[in-house]
């Protein structure tokens, strides 16, 4: 069993960058595949990438070649790494984790859960 904390979220400009990290503690979560979900309101809960154990990258298609996941296994963090933010990208961030070597893009196939933190970009 994992616990993930995410921070980094904020208000932003349209054209600005954030870094979103994940704080994760309990299990060895290297063995893990972790994600950044986000919710906007009155929407469903979407994927915005993946990465596997492995290092296997996966990237909804509304934010590649913006985006950038990432983790440190020293540090037991996730980041993920956004630039060129739209008021699209406007919504509540996720880190999620789930054990095993497939990447799944429906929130339903993780099984841990962070709070969540707010990004908001204005135009």
């Known amino acids: 069993q994992v616990q993930l904390v995410e921070s980094g979220g904020g208000s932003v400009q349209r054209g600005g960058s954030l870094r979103l990290s994940c704080a994760v503690s309990?299990?060895?979560?290297?063995?893990?595949?972790m994600g950044w979900f986000r919710q906007a309101p009155g929407k469903e809960r979407e994927v915005v990438a993946l990465i596997s154990p492995y290092g296997t990258t996966w990237y909804a298609d509304s934010v590649k070649g913006r985006s950038a996941i990432s983790k440190d296994n020293a540090k037991n963090t996730l980041y993920l790494q956004m630039n060129s933010l739209k008021p699209e990208d406007t919504a509540l961030y996720y880190c999620?984790?789930?054990?095993?070597?497939?990447?799944?893009?429906?929130?339903?196939?993780?099984?841990?859960w962070g709070q969540g933190t707010q990004v908001t970009v204005s135009s």
């Open positions: 999620a984790a789930n054990p095993g070597i497939i990447l799944r893009t429906d929130p339903a196939g993780f099984a841990y």
């Open positions: 309990g299990d060895t979560y290297s063995s893990y595949c």
